[in-house]
C-alpha cells in the first residue's frame, strides 16, 4: 500500500463510537420534540447542558440483557448499550450516571430532563411523535431457542 493511499478499514470500536455519537447528536437535537433551535433558546442544547454540567444521565434499562444489566453485589452496570455510553462519554470527557428505567419511562425521563441520552429504544409511531431518533445503530432479529421435544410433531400429541 503507498504512503498516499487511505485505508478505508474501520475498528469495530471505532464503529461503534462514531454509531453512538451519532445517536447522542440525535437524541440531543430532538429529546423533546421541538426544533433544535428552539431548544437553543429555551435552555440550550442538550450536548451543551452535558458539557455545562460535566455529567451525562444515561437512562439505563434494569434487566435488559446484553443490553444492560447491573450488578445486585456491586451496583456496577456492564451491556453493549453501557460500554457505547461509556465510550460516548469519554468522547465528551465527562462523568456517566446511569438512571434506572424502563422502556416505558425512557421517553418520559427524556421529556423531563430525568436523562439525557436514551438508547435501545425502537422508533415505534406513537414514540416518534414525542422525541427524535438516529438511525439504528444495531438491528436484531428476535428468535427463539427451544429443545427439539417442544416442538409440536405431526401425529404426537
Not at 440531543?28 to 442544547?45: E, H, V, Y
Not at 458539557?51 to 456491586?74: D, H, I, N, Q
Not at 453501557?82 to 419511562?105: C, H, P, Q, R
Request: charged share 20%; hydrophobic share 40%.
Amino acid at each position: 500500500m503507498s504512503k498516499d493511499s487511505f485505508d478505508h478499514h474501520v475498528s469495530r470500536r471505532r464503529l461503534v463510537q462514531l454509531a453512538a455519537a451519532g445517536s447522542l447528536a440525535a437524541t440531543t437535537l430532538g429529546a423533546s420534540g421541538g426544533s433544535a433551535a428552539a431548544q437553543d433558546a429555551s435552555a440550550g442544547s442538550t450536548l451543551a447542558r452535558i458539557r455545562a454540567a460535566g455529567k451525562m444521565r444515561v437512562a439505563a434499562l434494569v434487566g435488559e440483557p446484553p443490553y444492560f444489566a447491573k450488578s445486585a453485589l456491586t451496583g456496577e452496570w456492564a451491556g453493549a448499550c453501557v460500554d457505547m455510553a461509556n465510550d460516548i462519554a469519554k468522547l465528551l470527557e465527562v462523568e456517566i450516571e446511569f438512571v434506572d428505567s424502563t422502556y416505558g419511562n425512557s421517553v418520559i425521563q427524556l421529556q423531563t430532563d430525568k436523562v439525557d441520552i436514551a438508547m435501545s429504544l425502537t422508533p415505534t409511531p406513537v414514540r416518534s411523535l414525542s422525541i427524535n431518533f438516529s438511525k439504528s445503530y444495531f438491528l436484531h432479529g428476535y428468535g427463539l431457542v427451544a429443545p427439539d421435544r417442544s416442538r409440536s410433531r405431526p401425529g404426537r400429541s
